[in-house]
């Protein structure tokens, strides 16, 4: 297992996820839990340290199962990360409620690793508004040792992070991110991590394999690949481009099943940083399975000509997601921050930001759809 340092601790660069334990049944709030402490076992026996649960994770259960899996080994012997869940505005006048739970339900007395859960559009005026006192009150959990480390996790826009960086960066101690090879420019991910290894942040990974979809590519992806590196699995092309960027020192991946665990660790058994031709070419594979989305370019022309003022370029945005991704929770979670007259709904169809469109993108027909999915 490969280790990274982290103020003088080491860390194993590949952490384990407690999103997507195995289930039973396929009931996602019911986890197998002599499967979950099996996999556990033969992770710590396999070197990895740091372990990742949340309190919504499992409809709640996360911390539950993760714990008692644990529970069988020395306190000392693994690093153990919860967060704090601001993804439910309802949570935020709970934090000292809400943090005694967990450390109930994970049968520990302090946390390793602490975060500010998912900072988003919806929830930043939240985190950073005094009167719910979360920050103050994890200042303390971390005086009195109950918190190692403080962090953040965030699916937030550029600005969003700028704005959390702004107020609570002294103290932040890293920041974890969805960063792979697909959200480099999807989800501008590269910008992110410039902005965290200018402000000398370590850089924690969620989502290294975007859900799955970058352990199975397209027919083409997979033979341009191959033709570089042949002995190397597809899944381990995605991790191998996250050990070539600076500044990553924890790469958390939620393996749901024994044998995902056997294939990540045997990758993390070395170090294979991409060329820059193998780098270019795997962004080329990326770019090809971003094809079908919209190509604006943020120019926001249709901005100044559409009558309702609707932020065009931000909605086309979060409308690749959510058509990429075919659902999920990004785009609703960033619109509850919009008001609705500002909304895909609020688009009247009268074109005038197609007549400036330099790309000639059918946006109000994108509009209409995006309405209709996040309705559906």
Request: hydrophobic share 40%.
């Amino acid at each position: 297992m490969l280790f990274h340092d982290f103020q003088g601790k080491k860390l194993s660069a590949l952490g384990m996820g407690a999103m997507r334990l195995p289930v039973i049944n396929g009931d996602d709030n019911v986890i197998d839990s002599a499967e979950t402490e099996k996999m556990v076992a033969y992770a710590m026996e396999h070197n990895i340290n740091y372990y990742d649960t949340a309190w919504g994770y499992h409809g709640g259960n996360s911390e539950i199962a993760l714990g008692n899996a644990l529970s069988k080994y020395p306190r000392e012997s693994y690093f153990l990360a919860d967060k704090f869940p601001g993804y439910d505005l309802s949570n935020m006048p709970k934090v000292k409620e809400i943090f005694e739970k967990q450390l109930e339900k994970c049968g520990v007395d302090y946390f390793d690793f602490y975060l500010f859960h998912n900072v988003c559009e919806m929830n930043i005026d939240a985190y950073l508004d005094p009167k719910y006192g979360i920050f103050d009150y994890l200042k303390e959990q971390k005086k009195a040792g109950r918190i190692r480390h403080l962090g953040f996790s965030a699916h937030g826009n550029m600005e969003v992070m700028k704005r959390f960086l702004d107020a609570y960066g002294e103290d932040m101690e890293f920041c974890q991110i969805q960063l792979n090879y697909l959200d480099w420019s999807f989800q501008n991910a590269k910008a992110k991590v410039e902005l965290l290894n200018d402000r000398h942040i370590p850089i924690w990974v969620m989502e290294p394999l975007r859900g799955g979809r970058l352990a199975n590519l397209p027919e083409a992806g997979t033979a341009k690949l191959n033709t570089y590196r042949p002995d190397e699995t597809i899944p381990a092309w995605a991790f191998r481009f996250l050990q070539s960027i600076p500044g990553v020192t924890v790469i958390l991946s939620g393996m749901s099943d024994y044998q995902q665990l056997k294939e990540n660790i045997q990758t993390f058994e070395t170090a294979k940083p991409l060329n820059e031709t193998e780098m270019s070419a795997l962004l080329a594979v990326a770019d090809g399975m971003l094809s079908g989305v919209l190509p604006c370019t943020t120019c926001r022309y249709c901005v100044s000509h559409c009558p309702k003022g609707l932020n065009i370029p931000m909605l086309l945005e979060l409308y690749n997601e959510h058509n990429f991704t075919g659902g999920g929770f990004i785009a609703p979670m960033a619109l509850m921050a919009v008001p609705a007259e500002k909304q895909p709904s609020a688009c009247v169809g009268c074109r005038s930001c197609e007549k400036v469109c330099p790309q000639q993108l059918k946006i109000s027909e994108a509009m209409s759809d995006f309405a209709q999915k996040l309705n559906a």
